[in-house]
């Protein structure tokens, strides 16, 4: 099987006058997305009826809250499913920039948080000790699994997993991490993050970023059959615009029969974090059998 990415040539929704908007998640004709101001990342919402043309709300859904565990820096970078008992869950990230860790809220009529970390930091001297981001939770039978960034404390960035009853108490698998970075001169020989998941064809497929060393971003591509035991393949995304000239990366995902609707954030400054004239783009992954 081979996989072609068709990307529209301009972004399905602009930074405006923010610096970046980028980390979309999309569901239902909502898309949850972040919005950096230049201090502070949060989580804004845009409408759409097509997944091609959005419209933004006006103001921000989501901010951290100084008083609490999540400081001022960042209350983005999310994940949403689809409402259970008449609410969605969002899963994402907060607390200080050099040592983040995931939070979880719920919309109702209005939001609220959980007042604690649903996943934190692990262990002195583990892999995901200086952090964890880039959340994306899919269900599977009965089991929620979160798909994340660590960081240990040589910087290194790899994914991990952890599985959940409850979407709130987690427990990261022993296999983690499970995918390693690249080789020397790979395309994610610098990092790897903001993984997407999804199931088609028979397998588990994901979508992630790759930090190469001049911090130039792609997408690169992993297969498994469980879910848990990730294969990388040799198949490697490129934005293909002078906006995203430098950087695709945050893809979300969602099934179309053959198709793969992909939504990503771009831009065209290689950076690791922030300020890279961010903004949102849309594309086709479609796949091809017997090749």
């Known amino acids: ?16 006058d923010m610096r970046d908007v980028l980390n979309p998640s999309v ?12 201090r502070t990342w949060h989580t804004a919402q845009a409408t759409g009826p097509d997944g091609e043309n959005w419209t933004a709300t006006r103001g921000p859904r989501l901010s951290p809250d100084p008083s609490t565990w999540e400081g001022d820096y960042i209350a983005a970078n999310g994940t949403v499913l689809p409402p259970d008992l008449g609410r969605f869950s969002y899963w994402y990230v907060a607390g200080p920039k050099e040592r983040p860790r995931l939070g979880l809220a719920w919309y109702k009529d209005g939001w609220s ?11 002195y001297g583990s892999w995901d000790e200086e952090g964890v981001a880039d959340p994306y939770v899919i269900k599977i039978d009965a089991h929620f699994y979160l798909y994340f960034l660590g960081q240990d404390r040589a910087r290194r960035q790899r994914l991990g997993v952890a599985r959940s009853v409850d ?27 903001e993984p997407a998941v999804w199931q088609s064809h028979g397998f588990y497929w994901m979508l992630y970023t790759g ?15 469980d879910g848990v035991h990730w294969q990388r393949l040799p198949t490697v995304f490129s934005g293909s615009q002078a906006w995203d000239s430098k950087v695709i990366c945050d893809p979300t995902v969602e099934v179309h029969g053959d198709e793969i609707r992909v ?17 949102i783009g849309f594309g086709i992954l479609r796949a091809t059998l017997g090749q």
Do not use: C
């Not at 569901?27 to 230049?38: I, K, L, Q, R, V």
């Not at 948080?113 to 262990?123: F, I």
């Not at 190469?212 to 498994?224: K, Q």
């Open 1 to 16: 099987m081979t996989f072609k990415f068709e990307e529209r040539a301009t972004p399905v929704l602009t930074r405006g």
């Open 27 to 38: 569901f239902n004709g909502a898309m949850f997305y972040s919005e950096f101001d230049g």
């Open 113 to 123: 948080k959980h007042p604690k970390p649903v996943l934190e930091p692990g262990p």
């Open 167 to 193: 979407g709130v108490h987690w427990q990261k698998l022993r296999s983690n991490p499970i995918l390693e970075l690249g080789d020397g001169g790979a395309f994610d020989e610098n990092g790897l993050g």
């Open 211 to 225: 930090r190469d060393r001049a911090e130039n971003r792609r997408l690169g591509l992993a297969r498994s059959t």
């Open 263 to 279: 939504w990503f954030g771009g831009g065209d400054i290689a950076r690791p974090d922030e300020n890279l004239n961010g903004q």
